[in-house]
C-alpha cells in the first residue's frame, strides 16, 4: 500500500526535495569520479556541451604532437576505434567499395554506473590534409537510438603538430539530465579526445605504419 500525503502540496514539496538530493547525489559521484582519476589520465582537451531543449551542441579540442597527417590516420582507422577510445564497445565500416563510407558504431554514454548504450550509423566523408588543406571528417547519424546526430573533425596544422577539433549536434531519444547529464558529456569526451592524443603518440614511437599513413577504405 502506498503511503498517503497529508495533501498535494507537501507532496509535491517532497518530490522535489527528494529529486534535489538525486541530482546532488549524482553530480558528487560525477564531480568524484573526474577528481579520482589519475593525473595523467585528467583532460588535456578542452570540451563544451549545451544543453537546449533536449539537443546537446559539443565543441571540444585537442593538441596532439604529430603531423595532420598522422592525426588523421588515427581518427579515420575506425575498426580499431574500441581498442582506445573509451565507451566505445564496437566500431565497423559496413558499406561496400564504391558506396557512400558508412560506419556502425555502439559505445556507452555518461560512466559505466548510470551509462546508456548508444547505436548509431554514420555517413562519412573524408577530407584528408594536404599542405594549406586542413584535414575533415564530416558525418551524419541515420539510424540507432539517436534522433538526430551530425558534425565533424577537423584536423588542423599546429606549430607542435596538429590540432584537433570537434563539434557535433547530438539529439538522443531518450532523456538526459540538463546539468549532470552535460557534465559527464563533457567529461567522456575530454577524456575521449585525450585518449584519440595518446593513442596518436604512442603509434608515431612505435613507428605504426596505421599512425604515418593514410590506409585506402574498404
Known amino acids: 500500500m502506498l503511503p498517503a500525503f497529508p495533501d498535494a502540496g507537501a507532496a509535491l514539496g ?4 527528494l529529486q534535489g538530493v538525486t541530482g546532488g547525489i549524482l553530480l558528487a559521484l560525477v564531480v568524484a569520479f573526474a577528481m579520482l582519476l589519475p593525473a595523467d589520465a585528467r583532460a588535456q582537451a578542452e570540451a563544451s556541451v549545451d544543453h537546449v531543449s533536449g539537443v546537446l551542441y559539443v565543441t571540444a579540442s585537442v ?12 581518427l579515420t582507422d575506425f575498426e580499431r576505434l574500441p581498442e582506445f577510445v573509451p565507451g566505445m564497445r564496437s566500431s565497423r565500416v559496413i ?3 564504391g558506396e557512400m563510407l558508412r560506419v556502425e558504431q555502439v559505445g556507452v554514454a555518461g560512466p559505466a554506473l548510470f551509462g546508456i548504450t548508444v547505436r548509431t550509423t554514420l ?10 588543406i586542413d584535414g575533415r571528417i564530416d558525418f551524419g547519424a541515420f539510424g ?6 551530425y558534425g565533424a573533425w577537423q584536423i588542423r ?9 570537434y563539434q557535433a549536434t547530438i539529439e538522443p531519444d531518450f532523456p538526459v539530465p540538463p546539468l549532470v547529464g552535460t557534465l559527464m558529456m563533457r567529461t567522456q569526451v ?3 579526445l585525450d585518449a584519440i592524443a595518446r593513442e596518436i603518440a ?4 612505435a613507428g605504426d605504419s596505421a599512425a604515418v599513413e593514410t590506409r585506402p577504405l574498404r
Open 95 to 97: 558499406s561496400r567499395p
Open 123 to 132: 555517413g562519412v566523408t573524408l577530407t584528408p590534409p594536404s599542405p594549406g
Open 63 to 74: 593538441l596532439a604532437g604529430a603531423p595532420p597527417a598522422a592525426c588523421y590516420a588515427v
Open 144 to 149: 540507432g537510438n539517436l534522433r538526430q546526430m
Open 190 to 192: 575530454e577524456s575521449q
Open 14 to 17: 517532497g518530490r522535489a526535495r
Open 202 to 205: 604512442r603509434r608515431l614511437t
Open 157 to 165: 596544422d599546429d606549430r607542435s603538430g596538429c590540432r584537433i577539433d
